[in-house]
């Protein structure tokens, strides 16, 4: 169902549809407007499912025994060490 409706826009915007609508990225106004919203509502339901993948990470994250934790220095120890190597290298 099409519902008719009065939007207004900055010159900057207009500029911008009908030079769209002339170089034929889109068959009118009405057309780009529509892309835009469509893409807006993409963009929702990703953010929407990428917090909902989060949440459900921080959820199963908190429900780890603690004795599954690792150790953060074995875990950073040869990161370390690299950087210990590398920092006492002599340059050139």
Do not use: N, W
Request: negative net charge; charged residues 35%.
């Amino acid at each position: 169902m099409t519902v008719r409706t009065t939007l207004s826009f900055t010159e900057r915007h207009h500029r911008f549809l009908t030079r769209k609508v002339g170089q034929g990225v889109f068959a009118s106004q009405s057309a780009a407007v529509a892309a835009a919203l469509e893409q807006m509502i993409r963009d929702e339901e990703e953010r929407e499912h990428a917090l909902d993948a989060l949440a459900e990470e921080v959820r199963a994250r908190l429900e780890t025994p603690r004795g599954d934790y690792l150790d953060m220095d074995e875990v950073f120890a040869a990161a370390r060490a690299r950087l210990a190597d590398r920092c006492a290298a002599p340059e050139g």
